[in-house]
């Protein structure tokens, strides 16, 4: 059964609580998620979006108990990655003539994902679907975070249906931010728009900007993973961070991740740890194992950082494969206006510095310093030249 949102909306959702990795294994999902979908019943009746393609039997069925599907006279497809159009083809077998507002580029994607000829009805910012007391308004939110996203505001109820914007992987039952733990939920809001949104931060920037000035009244936000807003002071908060997490957000946290075979480049870390705590005894310093710490943990910390200091020992003639990968993924987040340097020990031959400063520099970091290496196992003397750079590091930003 679906749960009553207001008079008119209902949430028709699935909760995934065994979602532990998403998007194959690229995120890490340990809250658990939700595909939210939304029933409007007006004089119209619109369904906005639906659920992964897995559970697309168990929605239909739960919305048969929830509604006759010929009621339906609207879909709306905020988004049509498979997460929220998955069960989209179950649902058409039943009515397959239905119109799906959706953008252009919405289109496109449904099209290409399931080949199916249904009647899409292409839809741009400012147009209007009239469905009794309410307006639909559909504002295109591209890039938020794919090319065909857009959000659909619902007035009367005041609801803004943001799809994957203001979302956050986290499974639960009580639907609301408020009914749930705030910390936790806001932390998950960030790991999902660390990981997620960040990289399309000016197309955030825009898109808060073009909102904000439309001066709708949103009593709430429903987005399509996760709990929905609706305290005003919440729906500000929420607004509020998105402002700045997509306005070159940084904290006085300087990250320094590594990877180590034998210690002596964990070593290495602690010793830059040392250093920096003795320039800027206040800045927070995070050390993180790539071995041990999950990267999307990872990729958060360095959205927030000011500054990241990678080391890795070398290893054939290169550096270590937990640390290419997150280099990669770091790369994706298209960072701007942050500082980076490298370190790293060795053996013999020791490029592992000179290539990740190379990676961090491609990945649109300032690399404040040439890398330091220690050969072997670092000494009192090496020791001390490492926590020296580490002041000079934190001197340099
Ligand atoms: Fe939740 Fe971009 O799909």
């Not at 007391?133 to 295109?140: A, C, K, R, V």
């Not at 920096?276 to 050390?287: D, F, H, V, W």
């Not at 999307?296 to 270590?320: C, H, M, Q, R, W």
Request: glycine share 8%.
């Amino acid at each position: 059964m679906g749960k009553r949102i207001t008079d008119k909306v209902t949430w028709v959702g699935k909760i995934d609580w065994e979602l532990k990795s998403f998007h194959g294994d690229e995120l890490s999902t340990f809250a658990g998620s939700s595909y939210n979908a939304y029933l409007i019943r007006d004089e119209k009746t619109v369904l906005i979006d639906t659920v992964w393609g897995p559970y697309d039997r168990e929605f239909v069925a739960r919305l048969k108990e929830e509604i006759d599907l010929k009621e339906i006279d609207y879909i709306v497809m905020n988004h049509n990655e498979s997460d929220h159009s998955g069960a989209l083809p179950e649902l058409m077998r039943e009515i397959p003539d239905v119109p799906i507002y959706c953008t252009k580029k919405g289109e496109g994607i449904l099209r290409g994902l399931y080949h199916q000829d249904w009647n899409y009805v292409n839809v741009k910012t400012g147009d209007t679907l009239e469905i009794g007391d309410s307006t639909l308004t559909f504002i295109e939110a591209s890039m938020l975070h794919w090319p065909d996203t857009m959000f659909t505001y619902m007035s009367d109820e005041n609801i803004l249906f943001s799809n994957d914007g203001f979302g956050q992987h986290y499974a639960s039952e009580m639907l609301y931010a408020d009914a749930e733990n705030m910390n936790h939920v806001i932390d998950e809001a960030e790991k999902y728009y660390a990981n997620i949104l960040s990289p399309f931060n000016m197309f955030v920037k825009k898109k808060l900007a073009e909102i904000l000035e439309m001066n709708l009244p949103i009593d709430l936000i429903a987005p399509s993973h996760g709990v929905m807003w609706r305290r005003p002071e919440d729906i500000q908060t929420i607004i509020g961070l998105y402002q700045k997490w997509c306005d070159n957000y940084q904290e006085d946290q300087i990250t320094i991740i590594y990877d180590t075979m034998w210690q002596s480049t964990r070593h290495m870390a602690q010793a830059l740890e040392v250093g920096i705590q003795r320039k800027s005894p206040n800045t927070n310093i995070k050390l993180m194992n790539v071995a041990k710490e999950d990267k999307n943990d990872i990729l958060t910390e360095v959205f927030k950082s000011k500054a990241i200091l990678v080391g890795s020992p070398t290893i054939a003639n290169g550096y270590s494969y937990g640390i290419a990968g997150i280099l990669e993924m770091i790369k994706g987040l298209k960072i701007k206006g942050r500082k980076a340097a490298a370190f790293g020990s060795y053996g013999w031959s020791g490029e592992a510095a000179k290539l990740i400063s190379a990676h961090l520099e491609e990945a649109g970091f300032e690399i404040v310093k040439e890398g330091i290496r220690v050969q072997w196992a670092p000494d009192q003397s090496s020791t001390e030249e490492v926590r020296s750079y580490g002041e000079e590091f934190a001197e340099a930003l």
